[in-house]
């Protein structure tokens, strides 16, 4: 609101309208000076009104022409009293007019405050919960944040897990490898062995065949023992099957299995002292050197026979 509006100036502005032919009134108050508020100028152009019948009557009595005759100034009395009269009413009629604007502004500012009261309280509103949505998204993104932290660390948990894992399965491979070549080998040496017992079997069948009336009976041991050492390698080759199945077993299995290995691994160790056992079993079963016999030897045709007899 505008400030520093008098009384004195109001007055002069409406002064100054009149000289120049217009009617004061608020708004050409206003607009002559270029400031005072509606209330303002609209109060002290009231008591401009109330005191223009005393200056105008002081004014008459001091322009009053004492030469003239009495019904001359008493009808230039009535006529003056007439232009007072018909000021006072369009003042008092301007003064309405006036009254009726400035309570319509009146009114117009009260909407207009109000108004601006409802949008300064929606607005608070809208501050309160934009604070409160502010202060629930950064809970938000603090959780998030701290769900985040949890994740990257488990996440570098597991990937040194993995890598412990694959550190350990990559040697559980090396180690079934290993373990895979010395079944290999030993299985290997297991046949060579078995070959050359075959060799040293037919060899004592070859010299069994010289006695055959003396050692019919040691040659069906031989054979029986034989029959059982075939038995053993058969045996022997479904064992290293089964070694070869629980290593691929283990092998698919490396992440939890490698005790199976550790066990795989005694028991072909335990398989490595069977060509010991055997050569000892057929230690056993060769038969004592021939004593030279005083009686003559068997004619060819019945040694032949024989020979037909026992290869049959």
């Known amino acids: 609101?505008?400030?520093?509006?008098?009384?004195?100036?109001?007055?002069?502005?409406?002064?100054?309208?009149?000289?120049?032919?217009?009617?004061?009134?608020?708004?050409?108050?206003?607009?002559?000076?270029?400031?005072?508020?509606?209330?303002?100028?609209?109060?002290?152009?009231e008591t401009w009104w109330r005191g223009l019948a005393p200056r105008l009557h002081a004014h008459s009595a001091q322009q009053a022409i004492p030469e003239l005759p009495a019904p001359v100034s008493r009808l230039a009395?009535?006529?003056?009293?007439?232009?007072?009269?018909?000021?006072?009413?369009?003042?008092?009629?301007a003064m309405a007019q006036d009254r009726l604007q400035l309570d319509a502004q009146r009114r117009d500012l009260e909407s207009r405050e109000g108004e601006r009261q409802a949008q300064l309280r929606d607005a608070a509103d809208a501050a309160d919960q934009a604070s409160q949505?502010?202060?629930?998204?950064?809970?938000?993104?603090a959780?998030?944040?701290?769900?985040?932290?949890?994740?990257?660390e488990q996440i570098r948990d597991l990937s040194?897990?993995?890598?412990?894992?694959?550190?350990?399965?990559?040697?559980l491979e090396a180690d079934l490898h290993a373990a895979q070549q010395r079944a290999t080998q030993r299985e290997e040496s297991l046949i060579a062995e078995r070959d050359t017992q075959a060799q040293?079997?037919?060899?004592?069948?070859?010299?069994?065949?010289?006695?055959?009336?003396?050692?019919?009976?040691e040659t069906k041991d031989v054979r029986s023992q034989l029959t059982a050492l075939q038995r053993t390698s058969e045996a022997l080759r479904h064992q290293r099957d089964d070694a070869q199945a629980a290593t691929a077993a283990a092998q698919r299995e490396a992440?939890?299995?490698?005790?199976?290995?550790?066990?795989?691994?005694?028991?072909?160790?335990?398989?490595?002292?069977?060509?010991?056992?055997?050569?000892?079993?057929?230690?056993q079963l060769q038969p004592p050197k021939p004593r030279p016999r005083k009686a003559s030897p068997p004619p060819k045709a019945q040694v032949g026979s024989r020979r037909r007899k026992t290869s049959s």
Not at 133 to 141: E, G, I
């Open 200 to 217: 040293h079997l037919r060899a004592l069948e070859d010299r069994a065949h010289s006695e055959i009336d003396r050692a019919r009976q």
């Open 133 to 141: 949505a502010l202060a629930a998204a950064q809970q938000r993104l």
């Open 1 to 45: 609101m505008a400030r520093g509006i008098t009384e004195s100036d109001v007055h002069t502005a409406a002064d100054e309208l009149v000289a120049a032919g217009e009617r004061p009134t608020v708004d050409r108050i206003r607009a002559h000076l270029g400031t005072g508020s509606p209330n303002t100028v609209t109060r002290w152009l």
């Open 160 to 171: 040194g897990q993995r890598a412990n894992l694959e550190a350990r399965s990559a040697r």
């Open 77 to 93: 009395q009535q006529l003056w009293e007439q232009a007072v009269g018909i000021a006072r009413t369009d003042a008092e009629q």
């Open 143 to 152: 959780d998030l944040q701290r769900a985040s932290d949890l994740q990257q």
């Open 255 to 283: 992440g939890v299995q490698r005790g199976r290995a550790d066990t795989l691994e005694q028991q072909l160790a335990g398989l490595g002292e069977l060509p010991a056992a055997l050569q000892a079993t057929l230690a």
